[in-house]
């Protein structure tokens, strides 16, 4: 079974800029689909992020896009989310996932922000933005 450990949150003011990172241990970046997730206070968990094992194909929440960006790191086996013009609306705990390995061959041609996809969760890091 595979570690992920995100690092980065913080408390930020609305307009701010925040890069979570999501260490990963017993999986390969390059191999497997990766996605963020967020789940704020009294709501469902959301996909944020998500990208195929080849790096080429992200996906987006409508509420993010323009303002976060995943990537990746293969050397590092790291995965990012850089997050600009950050909002109150994105405060949440922001977690980071890996793909099943059984769907490597669907996560090589395109990804998915659908926790049916991720059988591999990081222990989740606080994000809060003030207004």
């Known amino acids: 079974q595979g570690q992920l450990v995100e690092s980065g949150g913080g408390s930020v003011q609305a307009g701010g800029s925040l890069r979570l990172s999501c260490a990963v241990l017993?999986?390969?970046?390059?191999?497997?689909?990766m996605g963020w997730f967020r789940q704020a206070p009294g709501k469902q968990r959301e996909g944020v992020a998500s990208?195929?094992?080849?790096?080429?194909?992200?996906t987006y929440d409508d509420s993010v896009k323009g303002r976060f960006t995943i990537s990746r790191d293969t050397g590092k086996n790291t995965v990012y989310l850089q997050m600009t013009n950050l909002k109150p609306e994105d405060t949440a705990v922001y977690y980071c996932?890996?793909?099943?390995?059984?769907?490597?061959?669907?996560?090589?041609?395109?990804?998915?922000?659908?926790?049916?996809?991720?059988?591999?969760w990081g222990q989740g890091t606080q994000v809060t933005v003030s207004s």
């Open positions: 996932a890996a793909g099943s390995p059984k769907l490597a061959g669907i996560c090589s041609r395109s990804s998915s922000r659908s926790s049916s996809w991720y059988n591999a």
């Open positions: 017993g999986y390969t970046v390059s191999s497997n689909c």
């Open positions: 990208i195929s094992s080849g790096g080429d194909i992200k």
